[in-house]
């Protein structure tokens, strides 16, 4: 597995590959897990070459105390990149990436990115946005791949590649979650033992969800979820919103061959924990 620090050298190296070699990209910002390693397997089995980014994009956090706990496990990662078959790895400075103007670009994403964590978070996706197109431009893959957790992240990606005309075709994976049902996240280990034994609770919680769904109306499912969150002591609900999975706009009233999700934020202590489940499947 190559390493490479330089976007110069990376794409130095990246021109030299034949023409007809597929390239698949992973965009990540470290502190890997299984989630993340499935990302690089489905690239592996449909691309040649697999590239994944380790990059802690300072632009996305709008909570400074969220950028400085981010964990970050280089040496592990790179270990489990090579093991899950990952070709190159890209590993940025914030130098290399921004020079000395740290800040975000604008983007018009037709709404999808004020609602939900972008309602709660300011100026996350423009910074996921930069960050996204950026790697994009130095990395040039025929396939990208990212985690359906941030949906959000994933629906606005694509509206970024569509408007923009950037000919990078993007695959959304399922979530995977640990054995209790906790939504996998870097985010994860900074939980105490408490908070960790308490987290499951926000899948149960959606599961529960989605089969009110079926029979009920959309107030009695969000007063559900809201009033089951006054019950936990370590578990504070920001957000709960049923929505339209292309628009993202939250549910009026149920249509037949509409697709909706129910979209979770929540805070565990200083940890925000965020998770989504298929209403109508
Ligand atoms: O999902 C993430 O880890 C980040 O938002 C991404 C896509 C790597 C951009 O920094």
């Given at each position: 597995m190559r390493i490479y620090r330089s976007k110069r050298f990376l794409q130095a190296y990246l021109k030299r590959l034949p023409l007809e070699n597929k390239v698949g990209?992973?965009?990540?910002?470290?502190?890997?897990?299984?989630?993340?390693?499935?990302?690089?397997?489905?690239?592996?089995?449909?691309?040649?070459?697999?590239?994944?980014?380790?990059?802690?994009?300072?632009?996305?956090?709008?909570?400074?105390?969220?950028?400085?706990?981010?964990?970050?496990?280089?040496?592990?990662?790179?270990?489990?990149?090579?093991?899950?078959?990952?070709?190159?790895?890209?590993?940025?400075?914030?130098?290399?990436?921004?020079?000395?103007q740290i800040v975000s670009e604008d983007f018009d994403f037709d709404g999808l990115d004020q609602v939900m964590e972008g309602a709660h978070r300011k100026g996350h996706f423009a910074g996921v946005g930069t960050i996204v197109k950026r790697l994009f431009e130095i990395v040039k893959p025929h396939e990208a791949f990212f985690g359906e957790k941030d949906f959000q992240q994933l629906q606005i990606i694509k509206k970024m590649v569509?408007?923009?005309?950037?000919?990078?075709?993007?695959?959304?994976?399922?979530?995977?979650?640990?054995?209790?049902?906790?939504?996998?996240?870097?985010?994860?280990?900074?939980?105490?033992?408490?908070?960790?034994?308490?987290a499951p609770f926000i899948y149960q919680t959606l599961l529960k969800a989605q089969k009110l769904f079926k029979l009920h109306d959309i107030e009695e499912v969000e007063g559900f979820v809201v009033q089951s969150f006054k019950a936990q002591k370590l578990l504070e609900l920001e957000y709960f919103s049923m929505a339209d999975e292309t628009t993202l706009l939250p549910i009026n009233k149920k249509e037949k061959n509409k697709k909706y999700r129910g979209f979770i934020a929540v805070f565990a202590g200083p940890v925000r924990l965020i998770d989504n489940i298929e209403l109508n499947f």
């Open positions: 990209f992973v965009p990540t910002m470290g502190a890997l897990h299984d989630g993340h390693l499935s990302l690089v397997k489905n690239a592996k089995n449909s691309c040649n070459t697999v590239v994944a980014s380790i990059f802690v994009n300072p632009t996305q956090f709008d909570r400074k105390e969220d950028l400085d706990q981010y964990p970050s496990t280089l040496e592990a990662d790179l270990k489990a990149l090579q093991k899950a078959g990952c070709d190159v790895v890209f590993i940025p400075t914030v130098k290399e990436m921004y020079q000395n569509d408007k923009e005309q950037i000919p990078i075709k993007i695959i959304g994976n399922p979530i995977y979650r640990e054995a209790d049902g906790l939504a996998m996240s870097s985010r994860n280990v900074r939980l105490t033992p408490a908070q960790r034994k308490a």
